[in-house]
């Protein structure tokens, strides 16, 4: 099983500020299977980036992962007031597993 | 447009059954092209992928639950189902349904949810 390491827990910015959240799996991910969801308060997880860096569908471009083997970085370059959410990584190279999340909330 | 709706009962009694269906609509659950999935997340806590199951009836466990654990498909009716027996105090949780689009996107769309209390 791959396990997934996210930091930091919580992470306080402002709106305006640069957002840089960290996942780190215990063994390499193949074929950069990472992806990265936002979740809201009672909504289901919502994808913004899969591939390591392919941005999903419908997401803004100030949404960026990048990262391959095992060290992975999602990236918001300019937080939006509706940013502030929890964060998971998944890896779905070797079945399924996710990150513990990251809390990122408003400074 | 592929949308996911779970279904099943709210509240479960310690050591019965938890039994969830997820119905598809905007396309064929026969597709070759997709993995239909569950995963939970208990209240206030993170996600955690429960199992996955294709179109031939292959199936993929989490190993923790695997003991505990069938998923099934019905392509007559469009949908998947999960049960976990023996259930505890800790199967309690929000269920989600989902897709993953084999070679491109993981779990995406999912449903909107259901949550499920382990309580007597």
């Known amino acids: 099983e791959i396990v997934l390491t996210q930091s930091p827990g919580t992470l306080s910015l402002s709106p305006g500020e640069r957002a840089t959240l960290s996942c780190r799996a215990s063994?390499?991910?193949?074929?950069?299977?990472l992806a990265w969801y936002q979740q809201k308060p009672g909504q289901a997880p919502r994808l913004l980036v899969y591939?390591?860096?392919s941005r999903a569908t419908g997401i803004p471009d100030r949404f960026s992962g990048s990262g391959s083997g095992a060290d992975f970085t999602l990236t918001i370059s300019r937080l939006e007031p509706e940013d502030f959410a929890v964060y998971y990584c998944?890896?779905?190279?070797?079945?399924?597993?996710f990150g513990q999340g990251t809390k990122l909330e408003i400074k | 447009q592929l949308q996911l709706q779970e279904s099943g009962p709210g509240l479960v009694k310690p050591s019965e059954t938890l039994s969830l269906t997820c119905t598809v609509s905007?396309?064929?659950?026969?597709?070759?092209?997709?993995?239909w999935g569950w995963i939970r997340q208990p209240p206030g806590k993170g996600l955690e992928w429960i199992g996955s199951?294709?179109?031939?009836?292959?199936?993929y466990y989490n190993a923790s639950l695997k003991s505990r654990l069938t998923i099934s498909i019905d392509t007559s009716k469009n949908h998947f189902s999960l049960k976990l027996s023996s259930v505890t105090a800790a199967d309690t949780a929000v269920y989600y349904c989902?897709?993953?689009?084999?070679?491109?996107?993981?779990?995406?769309?999912w449903g909107q949810g259901t949550l499920v209390t382990v309580s007597s």
């Open positions: 989902a897709t993953d689009h084999s070679g491109s996107t993981p779990f995406d769309p």
């Open positions: 905007g396309g064929s659950i026969s597709s070759s092209s997709y993995y």
């Open positions: 199951i294709y179109y031939s009836g292959s199936t």
């Open positions: 063994q390499s991910v193949s074929s950069s299977y």
């Open positions: 591939g390591a860096s």
């Open positions: 998944l890896q779905y190279g070797n079945l399924y597993s």
